[in-house]
């Protein structure tokens, strides 16, 4: 069983458009993030969220929203899609304390 | 200037040489990752650290939190040891800074 598993794992869409990207962990981590990688390689943090709690939020635009349903689930809802979007998305897991470190397989958004 | 500045960018070694990888920090931390990202771009966390050193098989990571320091060795590195190493913090602030990574080549 994949541990941090994020759908799809490809997505070609159009500007403009609204998507989501969904993670899922079965490793009863307390807390989720969503990255960014960009064209350079360049990670950056974008939300962590700590037993459903929003406890990161770095300056992204309002376009991207964080939704956890419970503490294994954090999707990325995505509205008016830009070019400037395109990058790989990673979600992770781990302990509150950080130990655990998990990673899935990245989505790589690719905006037309 | 980043927050956690790594060196060096881009590493080619001869198989079984030991490899070091520094990062440094300006920032209180509350611990330090080190990742691995492979050439098929999945990422696996190696080490977290808040002091001393921490070791698992061929991997040492040791940080010098007075110096804001960290260090990643591979001993005896292995052409599947090929790949980005990233260091990142976790700060005392509840910001999480990457480094840019730097891009090792082990040669056969």
């Known amino acids: 069983d994949t541990a941090v598993s994020q759908t799809p794992k490809y997505l070609v869409t159009q500007m403009g458009n609204d998507k989501s990207i969904k993670c899922e962990q079965n490793?009863?981590?307390?807390?989720m993030y969503w990255y960014k990688q960009d064209s350079k390689k360049f990670l950056k943090i974008m939300f962590s969220y700590n037993n459903k709690e929003l406890i990161i939020n770095e300056t992204v635009p309002n376009r991207f929203s964080p939704k956890s349903p419970d503490k294994a689930h954090l999707n990325l809802h995505i509205n008016s899609l830009e070019l400037g979007d395109s990058a790989v998305y990673f979600c992770a897991s781990s302990h509150r304390t950080g130990d655990g470190y998990t990673f899935g397989s990245g989505t790589r958004l690719t905006v037309v | 200037k980043n927050e956690v500045e790594q060196s060096p960018q881009n590493l080619t070694a001869q198989e079984g040489e030991f490899i070091t990888i520094n990062c440094s920090y300006s920032?209180?931390?509350?611990?330090l990752h080190w990742l691995q990202q492979h050439p098929g771009g999945g990422i696996v966390s190696l080490f977290m650290l808040s002091s001393g050193k921490k070791k698992h098989g061929r991997l040492i990571a040791t940080i010098n939190i007075q110096e804001k320091h960290s260090s990643l060795h591979i001993t005896a590195s292995h052409p599947r040891d090929s790949a980005v190493y990233i260091c990142a913090v976790s700060s005392t602030g509840n910001q999480f800074y990457f480094g840019t990574g730097t891009s090792l080549t082990v040669i056969p």
């Open positions: 920032v209180g931390i509350s611990a």
């Open positions: 490793l009863g981590h307390d807390t």
